[in-house]
């Protein structure tokens, strides 16, 4: 279970006495979750119960939170089906609870998928270009926490742990991002979700009902989002791309953001990219080469996976349809 972070009954009634979202029923740990601390919370508010889920930032600085909050609340208001934030008496969303940045949010119907179908990709795909058009006009924009200056810096901190093979193919992966930014593209630029995995998708009755966890929001390419979709959406145990998923993705994408025709060149490099990302943050988690706030330790995934999912983008180039 991923509960870095414990709460009292008590601490939670003080928390939600500057809300008006009704009386404290009970209150649960969520299962999962990599970097936050969330809480599946229920009140009663005049005899109808109401269910919230409560988060606790573990890593991210109360003076980042605001993009977040204004973010959510923009494209919910655009129709795309994000949680935002409830706010206080005041008018106030962003909170603190024992010690973190805290925000109490809607709880959507539905869950994750264990395995996603090509029903479920041509659903995330037409809902991630919604969500990628709806933010064109959003009035923030943000650095990747865990972007380019980052893969750089700690790219080279981990190969020295590394084997000199691997050490090598991570430094030539992040190569290849730096050569594809200096090439003349000018490839389409807005805010991304940054980590929309198979967890971070809610469906009800096979229907999606939620985008969650956008707290690797930022500013970057469209197609680098689309690619870490591809990339834990559409692969199969050997980390090859399964043909008829990856096809309804990116069918269901372009029926609402058409590709550009220079997203045709950069997509085979971008998958490569955004599979050495999370190999590489997963390496960092394993190889403990970054300081925790966690209690009891982070939960940490198997790098191996994107290695193999990296190694056959190299193998076998992707291209997008048309």
Known sequence: ?????????????????????????????????IENTNYFVDTDQNGVTRHFVLTLFEELPYDEMPFFVELTGYLAERGVVVPAPFKDRNGIALKTLARRPALLLPRFDGGSLQSPTPDHCAQIGRALAQMHLAGQDFFMARQAHRGVFWWRRESRAVAERLNAEDAKLLQQEVALFDNLREQPLDLPVGIIHGDLFHDNALFHDGQLSGIIDLYNACTGYLLY??????NDWCVTGEGAFEAERLDALLQGYAEVRPFEPQEHQAWPILVRTAAMRFWLSRLISQLGLEPTQYEGGQVIKDPDELKRILLNHIANPASLPG
């Open 1 to 33: 279970m991923a509960v870095y972070t414990r709460i009292s009954r008590d601490d939670l009634n003080a928390f939600l006495g500057d809300f008006e979202l009704g009386q404290l029923i009970d209150f649960k740990g969520i299962d999962g979750g």
């Open 225 to 230: 989002d689309l690619a870490i979709v591809a």
